[in-house]
């Protein structure tokens, strides 16, 4: 009998379980890939919902506009981590979206949070980003068909394995974070608040 994790509780799991006997999570999903997805989806709107209710304290009425300042100065070399956008989208209440790709020697805590700091200086106008991170970049090519759940078996192992991490930014409630999944998708994640 193959075992799993359950992605809820952590607890290790039969694979032919349809749930987990500790904490009752689903966990044959037919191949759904909305797991993530849908954490992400709701940071997102909480983001937005947050943009709201704060916009509504503005007294200029616009708050469409992205605050302007000076970009932060530039990082020391030792502490740039080199990326390279593979997707971009626009958010609709102001920022991107992206999906990028590092070379895997970064994946390590410690270079994580550096880029995290890349990428906080790259989108310093941007009132929103959320930014996927991979260390392949076939994998981060595919992350809109995995988010739609159009990836086989084995493309789908491949994208969780090097899905590594996501940073969100929202410049309207201070929100600024790294989630680190050094190990795939399937492995323990971390957020660090920067």
Same mark, same amino acid.
């Given at each position: 009998m193959a075992l799993t994790k359950c992605k809820e509780c952590g607890k290790q799991v039969s694979t032919k379980a349809e749930s987990c006997p500790t904490c009752g999570a689903k966990l044959k999903n037919k191949g759904?890939?909305?797991? @993530?997805? @849908? *954490?992400?989806?709701?940071? *997102?709107?909480?983001?937005?919902?947050?943009?709201?209710?704060?916009?509504?304290?503005?007294?200029?009425?616009?708050?469409?506009?992205?605050?302007?300042?000076?970009?932060?100065p530039a990082l020391p070399a030792a502490d740039q981590i080199p990326y390279q956008t593979v997707e971009q989208w626009k958010i609709p209440n102001g920022g991107y979206g992206r999906a990028i790709v590092i070379d895997p020697k970064y994946k390590s805590e410690k270079d994580m949070k550096k880029l995290a700091e890349c990428l906080k200086r790259d989108t310093s106008q941007d009132r929103n980003a959320f930014i996927f991170i991979f260390d392949d970049k076939v994998a981060a090519a595919n992350r809109k068909a995995a988010i739609e759940d159009r990836l086989g078996k084995n493309e789908s192992a491949h994208y969780d394995a090097h899905m590594i991490g996501s940073y969100f930014r929202n410049i309207n409630t201070g929100h600024h974070a790294i989630t680190i999944n050094l190990e795939g998708v399937n492995g323990p994640a971390k957020e660090i608040p920067q």
């Amino acid at each position: 009998m193959a075992l799993t994790k359950c992605k809820e509780c952590g607890k290790q799991v039969s694979t032919k379980a349809e749930s987990c006997p500790t904490c009752g999570a689903k966990l044959k999903n037919k191949g759904n890939r909305m797991g @993530c997805g @849908c *954490f992400l989806v709701l940071i *997102f709107v909480i983001g937005i919902i947050g943009t709201i209710f704060k916009g509504g304290n503005n007294k200029g009425g616009n708050n469409s506009t992205v605050p302007t300042s000076p970009p932060p100065p530039a990082l020391p070399a030792a502490d740039q981590i080199p990326y390279q956008t593979v997707e971009q989208w626009k958010i609709p209440n102001g920022g991107y979206g992206r999906a990028i790709v590092i070379d895997p020697k970064y994946k390590s805590e410690k270079d994580m949070k550096k880029l995290a700091e890349c990428l906080k200086r790259d989108t310093s106008q941007d009132r929103n980003a959320f930014i996927f991170i991979f260390d392949d970049k076939v994998a981060a090519a595919n992350r809109k068909a995995a988010i739609e759940d159009r990836l086989g078996k084995n493309e789908s192992a491949h994208y969780d394995a090097h899905m590594i991490g996501s940073y969100f930014r929202n410049i309207n409630t201070g929100h600024h974070a790294i989630t680190i999944n050094l190990e795939g998708v399937n492995g323990p994640a971390k957020e660090i608040p920067q």
